[in-house]
């Protein structure tokens, strides 16, 4: 019991992490794109992140998941799992980094 407890919150950290890790790049660089000059790269930023922020995230994230589940061959079931968490994580972060896009946009 104590293991899956320690696994179940590895899985919780590394998700959360690296997520976060990905989100916040994407977010500041648009944002602040997008506050600072404003105008027609405002009018695009807002553009694409209104059509990301439209689309529900986990009709998304699990279309991404069967895209990638796809193309996996037969291998070390460790390292399949591995990287299926890490292709959650990615599709994750690009998916979510909207909403604070839009908060730092409207920090200007």
């Known amino acids: 019991m104590f293991y899956r407890s320690l696994k179940s ?7 959360g992490s690296v997520t976060t ?14 506050g600072y000059y404003g105008g027609i790269a405002d009018d695009i930023i807002q553009y694409v992140y209104s059509i990301f922020a439209s689309i529900p995230s986990v009709l998304l994230i699990v279309s991404f998941m069967l895209l990638i589940e796809v193309g996996e061959t037969v291998g070390d079931m460790a390292w399949k ?3 299926r968490l890490l292709s959650l994580c990615v599709i ?14 409207g920090k200007r």
């Not at 994407?26 to 944002?31: D, E, R, V, Y």
């Not at 998916?95 to 908060?103: A, H, I, K, S």
């Open 81 to 83: 799992a591995d990287r």
């Open 21 to 34: 890790l990905i989100v916040i790049p994407f977010a500041l660089l648009f944002g602040v794109i997008a």
């Open 9 to 15: 919150i590895r899985t919780g950290l590394v998700i």
């Open 92 to 105: 994750m972060g690009l998916t979510t980094w909207t909403g604070l896009c839009r908060l730092i946009r």
